[in-house]
């Protein structure tokens, strides 16, 4: 029997593929971090460079004092910030030394542990990285191999990086990370203990969704491959298509004889805590998914979908949907078979809509990020591009201008441009990010540092009265209390 340590992800994944990494604000992550301070978590798996945006875009959260204020609020648990690869918020590919200011940074604020994951399974690419983390400051650096499905993603691939991971003294873990949700018992019979043997001695973790109903049998076998750490959210942000429950996952294991590092009272209230979040802010909460056989092929993250179902719905397309969810399989095996991770996820449903929906023939519109992509901006594809796609992409005017595109400035130049006495903070935010963006974040101030569930509804309604400025008159009413509130005239 085994005893099994605990990630938590709901802050960031659950977050993110549940709620569109919208639905939590610092304010309702300060409030709950002294329970997942106590609950023993082997790490908190915390927020990405993309998160980082989302903060400072929708919440005008300052995505740096979020990481301060959380590593002050909960010192023994390591913040996880995860990467993958050379790029920082913006799509387009950094120079080396803008991501080691990056990493440096994030590093100081207070992030420990680190997460890399390339998209490509490119192994060199992860070392890379995981050096300029160590160099930069980063105390535990956990690389990724991306799980899929495809003719070229056998388990020699796997074992291959793998070993060239496990060989890199900067990288002082490995994970198996499954973000559809793909990997099933009988492949982990193979798979797994193959990558353990590869691995040197390094810490196995596994990181799955609950897409199509797969990821709990995974996590209940784990213990007999090695595994010594599973990733999880709790509550309501599990399920769906986000990672399995803490709680339900914890159950099992101890169903079956092995324990569990966590406190179990801190788990549940933190569970309660997200319910009452949720309920009080219309989010939805995660529930179990059945098998679907036909995700195998286009193995399209869950938010994707319904990102796609909306926009083919407000162009009165939704007819078109079996057609393209078709095209999404094709689309993958004509460009190489990437995995289907941000940020090839979007570019391979991107052309799959306009193949199917553009009225001409296929590839007769090819979006700049998929031309980055063929000419290797992302790195190189695993297998060469269909040659007739790639004659097609080639015979673009768009795409000679695109190869002959700079990279990124050097650093002394885009300080130059931005401004020499900025914080190494705010430089790296308007080095990637609209400046509009960033100046409405600063002028927002310092976060909020308490949210309360209870209260959540009313104070969200008087912000929005607040903000009508066609109201002049506002009336509340219960049983034997009226209040009447009026504008006052300029």
């Known amino acids: 029997m085994a005893e099994l340590r605990l990630v938590e992800t709901s802050l960031r994944d659950g977050n993110q593929s549940l709620w569109g990494a919208t ?36 919440k005008r959260d300052d995505p740096w004092e979020r990481i301060r204020l959380m ?72 690389a990724a191999l991306v799980y899929t499905l495809s003719p070229i993603h056998d388990d020699a691939h796997y074992v291959a990086r793998a070993a060239r991971l496990a060989a890199c003294p900067d990288i002082d873990a490995l994970y198996l990370k499954d973000p559809g949700g793909l990997l099933t018992t009988a492949r982990a019979r193979t798979l797994i203990p193959a990558i353990q043997a590869a691995a040197g001695g390094k810490k196995l973790e596994l990181h799955s969704h609950c897409t199509i109903g797969l990821a709990d049998l995974i996590y209940l076998d784990a213990p007999d491959y090695g595994i010594h750490t599973v990733q999880c959210a709790t509550g309501v942000l599990g399920d769906g298509t986000s990672n399995p429950p803490a709680e339900r996952v914890v159950a099992n294991l101890k ?83 990437p995995i289907v991770m941000t940020p090839f996820s979007q570019i391979v449903l991107t052309q799959a809509v306009l193949n199917v929906t553009g009225g001409r023939e296929r590839y007769a519109t090819v979006p700049d990020e998929l031309i980055r992509y063929a ?58 990010m609209p400046a509009e963006q960033v100046d409405a974040m600063i002028a927002a101030g310092p976060a909020a540092r308490h949210y309360e569930p209870s209260t959540a509804p009313l104070m969200n309604l008087l912000r929005e009265v607040l903000r009508r400025t066609d109201l002049t008159t506002v009336t509340v009413e219960k049983p034997d209390f009226r209040l009447d509130l009026k504008r006052r005239a300029a």
């Open 255 to 337: 169903a079956l004889g092995h324990s569990v590092a966590i406190d179990e009272d801190a788990v549940a209230e933190i569970s309660r805590y997200f319910a009452r979040l949720a309920d009080a802010e219309g989010l939805p909460p995660g529930k179990p998914q059945g098998f679907d056989a036909a995700y195998l092929r286009h193995q399209l993250p869950g938010g994707m979908v319904g990102t796609m179902l909306r926009h083919l719905k407000e162009s009165r397309l939704s007819h078109e949907l079996p057609a393209v969810m078709e095209e999404l399989g094709r689309v993958r095996e004509e460009l190489g078979w």
């Open 375 to 432: 000419i290797g901006r992302f790195g190189k594809p695993n297998m060469p591009i269909d040659p007739q796609v790639m004659d097609r992409i080639d015979s673009l005017p768009r795409t000679r201008e695109l190869r002959a595109e700079p990279g990124m400035p050097s650093l002394a130049e885009l300080r130059r441009r931005i401004g020499t006495t900025l914080s190494d903070e705010e430089f790296l935010l308007r080095a990637v």
């Open 23 to 58: 639905g939590l604000n610092t304010a309702m992550m300060l409030q709950i971090a002294p329970v997942m301070e106590r609950a023993g978590f082997a790490a908190i798996d915390f927020t990405t460079s993309t998160h980082m945006a989302v903060a400072a875009r929708f």
């Open 71 to 142: 590593h002050a609020a909960m010192p023994n648990t390591p913040l996880q910030f995860l990467s993958t690869g050379f790029r920082f918020i913006a799509w387009e590919t950094a120079s080396p030394e803008f991501m080691a200011l990056a990493f440096a940074t994030v590093a100081k604020n207070g992030i420990r542990r680190f997460a890399v994951a390339d998209p490509m399974n490119d192994a060199e690419a992860v070392v890379e990285c995981a050096r300029m983390v160590k160099r930069g400051g980063g105390e535990y650096v956990i």
